[in-house]
């Protein structure tokens, strides 16, 4: 049981992909059925808190491995559907072997109905793709596990982050150099932008050293963020060879909106949280999260704490460290709340000046001390 319930979203994925052949209203099914049921379930469920270390690598391998070929499935028909004509004779072949009909769904699609499958789209690529992206890129001695992460994030044309997050943003974790942990009083907003742009400079300076060292050109074969791109590339032009235009410029906007989510993710995960640049990152410099649903749907993302404590450490070995700085709610809630920076702020506050009472060691106070200044509160 502990190794099936880690398929809970391979169904949401399957569930998506069905929806999606529906068409009209239906576009907005994905993103209504995974967000509301995960929010659901980690406010009324327990919290999950098992220790699975002992198990073997297998049964949740294939799971993560699965998610590529049901998003390939799932862009797929979207991008068919933004088109106009019958590409690669996909609807016919469907209707002959007793799938779908496409066209059908394609005439009930207006721009309502397009407005949630680019929202349901790009929710279920960050929520799956970019989630297993991530566990998977982290696995730099397994070349195959990091094209397949460097893929799925591609849809999010955010391959690079094979390199600024498993470098970069886990050696420079809640200090001020890291563009990707939020400060004090920040709004979700604004981070986003700064985020993103911060970790492509970042990914791009230490790509540039990496080669340097191994006397390499930066602008060869070699370069692998450089190279990130053609994945981005590859999908922008299965997206052409299906809809043309009209599928790119879907593929554009679902995967920029999937990319914004991992920012909102990013933005809650390390929120005003302090440390010292050079000094041992420990399970007190992430927030945690041990939400059942949240837990169990982004592969254990949420034991973030023991995450950055061994980045290395695959998902079923995360601990759930209930002694960590933890979030009042999972993930999905969390999510919601950073959208409205003022009730994000209240809801944080008494969070953080736990955390400095608790957590923080003397340095780490006396910037927290600082920020908290900076930000305009009189305490956090």
């Avoid at 890129?137 to 955010?158: A, E």
Wanted: aromatic residues 12%; glycine residues 12%; proline residues 4%.
């Amino acid at each position: 049981m502990a190794r099936l319930r880690f398929g809970l979203m391979t169904l949401l994925l399957v569930n998506a992909n069905w929806r999606f052949t529906w068409g009209g209203a239906w576009m907005w099914a994905p993103l209504v059925i995974s967000g509301g049921v995960v929010a659901l379930i980690d406010a009324i469920g327990p919290d999950e808190t098992s220790d699975l270390s002992r198990l073997g690598a297998g049964a949740f391998n294939a799971w993560l491995f699965v998610t590529l070929p049901l998003l390939l499935v799932m862009h797929t028909v979207l991008w068919w559907l933004a088109g106009t004509g019958d590409a690669l004779g996909l609807g016919v072949w469907l209707l002959r072997h007793g799938g779908p009909d496409l066209a059908a769904a394609r005439a009930a699609t207006g721009p309502w109905g397009w407005l949630g499958a680019v929202l349901s789209c790009g929710f279920i690529t960050a929520s799956a793709g970019t989630t297993v992206g991530h566990e998977l890129v982290h696995r730099t001695r397994q070349p195959l596990h990091q094209v397949c992460g460097r893929w799925l994030l591609g849809l999010t044309f955010d391959a690079s982050f094979a390199i600024e997050h498993v470098y970069g943003h886990h050696a420079r974790v809640s200090t001020f150099e890291d563009p990707a942990s939020a400060r004090r009083g920040q709004g979700v907003y604004g981070f986003v932008l700064r985020s993103t742009l911060g970790q492509l400079r970042s990914a791009w300076r230490l790509e540039a050293g990496h080669l340097a060292r191994k006397g390499r050109g930066i602008w060869t074969v070699h370069n692998r963020f450089l190279r990130g791109w053609l994945f981005s590339a590859a999908w922008l032009a299965w997206a052409w060879t299906l809809g043309g235009g009209r599928a790119v410029t879907f593929l554009v906007a679902s995967g920029l909106w999937g990319k914004a989510i991992l920012e909102v993710v990013n933005f809650v995960e390390h929120y005003g949280l302090i440390r010292l640049p050079g000094s041992r990152i420990d399970p007190r410099h992430s927030w945690n999260s041990n939400a059942w649903m949240s837990s169990t749907v982004l592969y254990h993302l949420t034991r973030h704490s023991d995450h950055h404590a061994e980045g290395g450490k695959p998902f079923w070995r995360l601990q759930p460290m209930p002694e960590a700085p933890s979030l009042p709610a999972g993930y999905m809630a969390m999510l919601v709340v950073a959208l409205f920076p003022p009730w994000h702020r209240a809801v944080m506050r008494p969070r953080l000046a736990a955390w400095d009472a608790l957590h923080a060691d003397q340095a780490e106070l006396t910037l927290a001390q600082a920020e908290n200044r900076r930000a305009g509160w009189d305490a956090a």
